[in-house]
């Protein structure tokens, strides 16, 4: 026998890469709220709305998730 490597499996992704879409998709989400809010002042003269604040706040919620996930993989790869 010899002590080579086992290959590793090609098949479906793993489940926590999911995570890692989610946080990057909510991340980019919340950059485009950002970018939203001060636009609005410059192209309509109004105060931004409520709803580009809640997105705004999803930056953050994204950018936790993919840290979570930044830690969960790496524990789970030793």
Known sequence: MTNSPEPTPTGP?????RLLHVALVLFGIGILGVIGIFVT???SDSEPGLLLYGLAMLAPV???LALF?????GRRAR
């Open 41 to 43: 002042p410059i192209v």
């Open 13 to 17: 992704r793993r489940s926590g890469d």
């Open 69 to 73: 996930f930044a830690l969960w993989s």
């Open 62 to 64: 994204g950018f936790l």
